[in-house]
């Protein structure tokens, strides 16, 4: 099982940003297609964002594209999250997902495809 933590979480103001980060201490990122995921009080995990292992192929939910940006450094094992014009309903517990590639250009969004998760790390935008 491969143990992700996540790091950058905060309480901001509206339009400020924030920069997420997640590593494997024990696992190379690089063999590994990953994603962001957000959980809201008393709302579902939806997803926010995926890429591939190369970093060649990215997708990006709907309410978030233009704003956020993911992104991997596979040589210093991490992948990020910048989160840019931060908006109140962007609040949530942010989590860092990895699964095994499929390629082709495919990266998943459904949160059921992806087998490791990190603790998640609270995002909070005040208005």
């Known amino acids: 099982q491969v143990q992700l933590v996540e790091s950058g979480g905060g309480l901001v103001q509206a339009g400020d940003s924030l920069r997420l980060s997640c590593t494997a201490p024990?696992?190379?990122?690089?063999?590994?297609?990953m994603g962001w995921f957000r959980q809201a009080p008393r709302k579902e995990r939806e997803f926010v964002a995926a890429?591939?292992?190369?970093?060649?192929?990215?997708n990006y939910a709907d309410s978030v594209k233009g704003r956020f940006t993911i992104s991997r450094d596979n040589t210093n094992n991490t992948m990020t999250l910048q989160l840019n014009s931060l908006k109140p309903e962007d609040t949530a517990v942010y989590y860092c997902?990895?699964?095994?590639?499929?390629?082709?250009?495919?990266?998943?969004?459904?949160?059921?495809?992806?087998?490791?998760w990190g603790q998640g790390t609270r995002v909070t935008v005040s208005s």
């Open positions: 024990h696992h190379p990122l690089s063999s590994l297609d």
């Open positions: 997902a990895a699964r095994r590639p499929v390629g082709g250009g495919t990266v998943y969004a459904n949160p059921d495809e992806y087998d490791a």
């Open positions: 890429i591939s292992w190369s970093g060649s192929y990215s």
